[in-house]
């Protein structure tokens, strides 16, 4: 049972425009979400979260929008630069000590 | 600040064999938790310790285990390795126990079980 779903296991897009991740989840509960960006061989790194209070939280280039109604959750990136080509997975949580993580979407950005 | 190491890096094993990793948490770090992760599943929590406690596990079985040490250190073992365990086993930690906490992973080891 996937609860938090990426459904679009890869994205490209051309350089200096936006990139739009999406994420899915079905548990009600959950109420703080974040966004993991991983290069080959390397580990996860954190790049931004929203927790459900809010609806949207920008760091940067990098802006969380969160629809709590539509239990979905997307990261824009804007605008893209070729060196955020990687794996993006969001993960959700719901008070308990472990995240659920999505399936990924890797994203291609093309100079 | 030295991030979070795990060795070893690489590993291949055959069936029925068993096999440590091990993971260093960044200094003054007290969480770690484990994840397994596959093409097609992403990042599936397999446990976390918080000063030598599992305070939550995800939906593996037995084979996973796990233990942490006083200096926080963790290792995970798996027995009688299936050709289903083949995949990158990461660890992450965090200072405290909150989840609002920025959680750091290490590189990984990637284990491959013939």
């Known amino acids: 049972d996937q609860q938090v779903k990426q459904n679009s296991p890869s994205l490209s897009v051309q350089e200096g425009r936006i990139s739009i991740l999406n994420c899915d989840y079905t548990?009600?509960?959950?109420?703080?979400f974040l966004w993991y960006k991983k290069y080959p061989a390397e580990g996860p790194t954190f790049l931004i979260s929203i927790s459900s209070i809010k609806d949207k939280n920008e760091d940067g280039r990098f802006t969380v929008f969160l629809n709590k109604s539509a239990k979905h959750l997307s990261l824009h990136i804007v605008p893209s630069q070729p060196g955020d080509s990687a794996v993006y997975f969001c993960?959700?949580?719901?008070?308990?000590?472990?995240?659920?993580f999505g399936t990924g979407t890797r994203l291609k950005v093309l100079a | 600040k030295a991030g979070v190491t795990q060795t070893p890096r690489y590993l291949i094993k055959t069936r029925g064999q068993q096999v440590t990793l091990s993971c260093s948490p960044i200094s003054g770090h007290r969480s770690v938790s484990w994840y397994q992760q596959t093409p097609g599943q992403g990042l599936q929590f397999l446990f976390e310790y918080f000063s030598e406690t599992q305070r939550n596990k995800g939906n593996f079985p037995g084979r996973f285990s796990g233990r942490q040490f006083s200096n926080s250190r963790s290792e995970m073992n798996v027995s009688t390795l299936e050709l289903g365990d083949s995949a990158l086993y990461l660890c992450?930690?965090?200072?405290?126990?909150?989840?609002?906490?920025?959680?750091?992973f290490g590189p990984g080891t990637r284990l491959l079980v013939l």
């Open positions: 992450a930690s965090r200072r405290t126990g909150s989840l609002q906490e920025t959680q750091y």
């Open positions: 548990n009600s509960m959950f109420d703080y």
């Open positions: 993960a959700a949580s719901a008070w308990s000590y472990k995240y659920i």
